[in-house]
Every structure is written in structure tokens, then in C-alpha cells.
């Protein structure tokens, strides 16, 4: 006699946070995960309401384990932030990530990206972007009421969700923040804060020392007999 095993109640499901492979397969690749979620990150620092991860699993359908993606980057409006193991869309409001970033690396084949690009538009992705560091090729996909369809022209193209513009004008591509300000690395933004820092203490120093030498002016007119508070 042969048994069937019992269907798994959706509760009983288990939903993995990790399947064991490396976020990123090379330095670059996840110099730009870090960058662009990052950025993006501080970008919605101040609404509560957007909710931006790197390398989190997102399951769109409760009961199958078996679907799921990984985006690089995804960013979800109408998602509160917090911790999350994995996103798992039900408990989501049913709320699909609207925008996801992939960085290619050279072990990504035609095939799995071919795949990622059916997941996307199939789930409810609003924006769509893939980024090759090797040959600063950006390829971009906006939904429209035909599914993703292809951006045509992605220099200075803007994201309608993000507000943010893609520059490939140099050697690798700038992003810029609706106020103008370029994405920058953590290294990048430690110096700036270094260099203001030095800055400001400098600006400090030279204070201190024109007050020293008013003080030491004061003190000798006071000498002559010359009231510092009367000369105007």
C-alpha cells in the first residue's frame, strides 16, 4: 500500500531566508548593491512608510515556497521599515515591491535574468532595472498596461517612482538625487564629513586667534590709558 503524504497547512509552510549563495560574486557587484540600497535608503530616510532592502528573499504567494526572487535591491511604498527575515507578500498588505535593481556579475546567464524578468512582471513590479558594472550598460523596464515594456532611452532617464536620474554619460553610471546631490559611497561620504570637519575646525582655530589678538589689543591700549569700548 502506498501513502500520500499530507498536504502542508500554509501555516505549517516554511519559508527560507537564505538558499546558501553569496549576495554578491565580485567586489564590484556588491560595491554597487551597497551603494544603491544605501542611497536609496537615505533617500526615505524620513517617511516611515517606505521600506528598502538588499539581497531579502520576497515570496509572493502564501503556501508556495517553491516561488520566490531575490532582488539585489527592492524598494516597497506603503510598507512600513523594520526588520524582516524575508518579505513575504501576504502579510504585506499584498503589496509588491514597485521598484528592484539587479547588478550584474559575470556568473549571471542570459537564461536566470530572462527568468528574473518574467518573476517581475508577473508579480507586480512597477520599475525594473539591471546594471552590468563591466560595460556601464543599464537596461531599464516600466509597466504599463501591457506589463513591462522596455525604456528606450536610459541616459537621464528618471524613475517615476524614485525621483532619481541615471547619468551614463562618464566611465560608470552616476545616479542623482531629486535635489541634485550625486549617490555616493559610504568611503565617499566618510571623507566629505572629514573634510567639512576639518573645515570647521580650521575656521574654529582662526577664530580663537582673532579673538587672542583683539584680547591682546585691548590690553594694550588699556596699558596707554585708552578705553577699547570708546575708540569706534
Known sequence: MVTQPLPLNTSEVIYPDNDGQPMANNTEQFRWILVIQQNLDWLFADNPDVFVAGDLFWYPI?????????????????RPKGKR????QWQENNIAPQVVFEILSPSNSQTEMERKLIFYERYGVEEYYIYNPQNNQLRGWLRTEDGLDVISEMDNWVSPRLGIKFDLSGEELQIYRPDGNKFSSYLEIS????????????????????????????EKLKALGVNPDEIE
Open 62 to 78: 502564501e503556501g508556495k515556497n517553491y516561488i520566490f526572487n531575490a532582488p539585489d535591491i527592492m524598494v516597497v511604498f506603503g
Open 85 to 88: 527575515g524575508s518579505y513575504l
Open 191 to 218: 571623507q566629505l564629513l572629514e573634510q567639512e570637519k576639518q573645515r570647521a575646525e580650521q575656521a574654529e582655530t582662526a577664530l580663537a586667534a582673532e579673538r587672542k589678538k583683539t584680547q591682546l589689543l585691548a
